[in-house]
């Protein structure tokens, strides 16, 4: 019926503006980590980006089971050995550890916190996806160790959403220029 193709449409544009402003969302986000790495000059200790190196071994590793492989067969597949695939990712890795190492800087310069109110709102999160209860998922972050992870995510996402907050967008010349003519 009529009636249902545009509650679809509704439905659809809605779908389609979300994503827009998702995409945007990321793009700024990503926009603003950029300039934060470009003003950045840490020096990255090795033992951190090999451990991030390993992190995305385990990723991929996880991934590729899901698929019914196992790293080694992949490495058999692509001729490559270990030592290549761990190369590979050594430049996402720097990047990645730098960006965390410079986020957690901002966090700690504007004061940033992970409130409780922040945690109960991830965890509930989780316990709505899997069903259980709120308290199950802190206990289990707790005896797992994933708490402390949780609560640097949670910072990691205050510093890029502070960053993209104050951000200064510079307009283009001509945009400047259009504005001061229509004046």
């Known amino acids: 019926s009529a009636e249902n193709s545009a509650d679809f449409r509704e ?11 998702r995409q945007i969302d990321d793009d700024l986000r990503n926009q603003a980590v950029d300039a934060l790495l470009d003003i950045t000059d840490v020096e990255i ?19 590729l089971s899901q698929q019914g492989l196992s790293l080694e067969r992949y490495v058999e597949f692509t001729g490559k050995t270990m030592k290549d695939l761990r190369e590979e990712s050594r430049p996402n890795a720097e990047r990645a550890v730098k960006t965390e190492v410079a986020l957690m800087e901002v966090a700690k310069r504007e004061n940033l916190e992970a409130t409780e109110v922040d945690i109960d709102a991830e965890c509930t999160k989780v316990a709505m996806m899997t069903n259980t209860e709120l308290d199950v998922i802190k206990d289990r972050l707790m005896k797992t160790g994933q708490y402390s992870v949780l609560v640097f995510t949670i910072l990691v996402k205050k510093a ?17 220029e259009q504005a001061e003519d229509k004046e």
């Not at 200790?45 to 991934?63: L, Y």
């Not at 104050?166 to 400047?176: M, Q």
């Open 45 to 63: 200790p090795e033992i951190m980006i090999n451990d991030k190196i390993d992190s995305f071994m385990e990723d991929m590793n996880s991934r």
């Open 160 to 176: 890029i959403d502070f960053l993209v907050d104050n951000a200064k967008i510079v307009p283009y010349k001509e945009d400047a």
């Open 11 to 21: 439905t659809t544009k809605q779908r389609l503006e979300d994503s827009t402003a």
